[in-house]
């Protein structure tokens, strides 16, 4: 049974998410608790992200996604200040780390992308942050990975999640990849996919990775329970 404080609305980044106004609107909801994703700008845009945040109501992160260009300082402000204790990575093998994320060892959990989990990076850190929309592409794309990426899932739980949405058909990525898996939610529909995963691929940290306004991400998150719940 998944509940609605374990899903928590996010701020990310990448692309052209309106990451300024997203904490503006945090302000006028009054919500005070959401994810953050900061893989997706400069070390500079970063600190003006922290200043806007220092200014608004969100007191609490409990998920914060990294990028391998953190600072010890960044990671222990979020730490100290927001009282983040999962912090989530990609793979070494795509973006090695910095040196700055050892002292949080523990508290780091490496997300599936499209390159293989390491068993020894997952021993060392604190496990696997599972996003399922990620492995749900895998499953679509008729991937060979998908069976060895659930073998991991089997003998290291999920600790955390990541979720997005998965289109009816795979768009073209700036890279050139199709993928069905996206940040931008245009149906609730877009969701469904969640229904064919066990309730052990389901932790009690779940982050909605996606760049729609944190009211739509609300109203996701009610859909998701509602669903998960039937």
């Not at 912090?87 to 700055?100: C, N, V």
């Not at 890279?175 to 898996?181: A, E, M, P, S, W």
């Not at 944190?214 to 329970?225: E, G, M």
Request: proline share 3%.
């Amino acid at each position: 049974m998944v509940n609605k404080e374990q899903i928590f609305p996010s701020i990310i980044t990448a692309g052209d998410s309106d990451w300024r106004a997203r904490i503006k609107e945090a302000g006028e909801l009054g919500l005070k608790e959401a994810a953050l994703f900061i893989n997706g700008i400069s070390l500079k845009e970063r600190a003006e992200l922290c200043d806007l945040l220092d200014g608004s109501e969100i007191k609490s992160i409990p998920i914060l996604h990294l990028r391998n260009d953190v600072t010890e300082l960044e990671v222990e402000y979020f730490y100290n200040e927001y009282g983040t204790k999962i912090f989530t990575i990609h793979p070494g093998a795509e973006y090695p780390f910095f040196s700055a994320l050892l002292k949080f060892e523990k508290n780091i959990f490496i997300e599936n992308t499209s390159v293989m989990f390491n068993e020894a990076e997952l021993r060392r850190y604190g496990g696997i942050c599972l996003n399922i929309s990620h492995l749900e592409n895998e499953r679509l794309q008729k991937s060979v990975k998908l069976a060895i990426f659930q073998e991991f899932i089997e003998r290291f739980p999920p600790h955390c999640n990541c979720i997005s949405a998965i289109k009816k058909d795979p768009e073209k990525t700036f890279k050139g990849y199709l993928r069905y898996d996206d940040y931008l939610l245009g149906d609730f529909s877009e969701l469904d996919y969640l229904k064919n995963y066990p309730a052990g691929y389901f932790s009690n940290f779940i982050a909605l990775e996606l760049k729609n306004d944190l009211k739509t991400q609300l109203a996701a998150r009610d859909y998701i329970v509602g669903m998960l719940n039937k």
